[in-house]
């Protein structure tokens, strides 16, 4: 294939695969000097160490979601909905950010039961739970709550924390499709909620497809993120 071939979209997709990778690598380094300074007693370098692990994470994930929606837009995603446990698909997804989690003492309370089962895509849903504890991360006090359940013909996946919430600029939009701009002051680009957003859509069954809202409240009165697939 000829340079001229290459389109600019599929350049930026190959360069933000290894720059995914590089992150993966670095993520670790930085996990294992963060356990060094804690065993060190050296509380000053493990606090400081936390909030670089913590962008970090963001990062990676926000590389991995750009990658899925330029494959969503060149429609080469391998879209495979089968039925799955949905505990499984939680526990999963929290395994993956639980470094993260030991680290800084957030606890983490998982509501589903064992025989729970629903049909979906299990990488991206995956994708989606770990999209949201990121973000509940960011913002809660010191607790996550995540609840499945299914509802009215619809499975029903909550991420909770126990932060502040969101604001009313963000709840008051006409679905958070619509919210694609970029704040520069907190650095938000609402990659995360639209990344969410379409895999809920892709996501439909006798006509009906699913969604992603916010709300504030739940168990703990804070932030809610919540997805419901038909």
Not at 69 to 97: C, H, R, W
């Amino acid at each position: 294939m000829s340079i001229e071939e290459i389109s600019f979209t599929d350049l930026i997709a190959s360069s933000i695969h290894d720059m995914k990778n590089s992150v993966n690598i670095q993520v670790n380094a930085l996990e294992k000097m963060a356990i060094d300074a804690q065993a060190r007693s050296d509380l000053e370098a493990f606090k400081s160490l936390l909030g670089v692990i913590a962008q970090a994470h963001r990062m990676n994930a926000n590389l991995i979601q750009l990658l899925s929606l330029y494959k969503f837009g060149k429609a080469i995603y391998p879209l495979d909905i089968t039925e799955q446990s949905v505990f499984d698909v939680i526990n999963e997804a929290l395994m993956q950010t639980r470094s993260m989690l030991d680290l800084t003492g957030i606890s983490v309370d998982v509501h589903c039961e064992l025989d729970c089962y629903w049909y979906f895509d299990r990488d991206l849903i995956t994708g989606v739970l770990l999209n949201a504890v990121n973000n509940a991360f960011n913002y809660t006090q010191d607790k996550i709550r995540i609840a499945a359940c299914i509802t009215d013909g619809f499975l029903s996946l909550r991420v909770e924390d126990n932060g502040r919430g969101y604001p009313d600029n963000m709840l008051n939009r006409e679905g958070l499709t619509v919210n694609k701009s970029i704040n520069f002051l907190s650095g938000s680009t609402g990659l995360g909620f639209y990344f969410s957003s379409q895999v809920a859509k892709l996501h439909k069954n006798n006509g009906q497809c699913g969604a992603l809202t916010i709300e504030n409240g739940g168990a703990y009165g804070g932030g809610c993120f919540v997805v419901k697939l038909p």
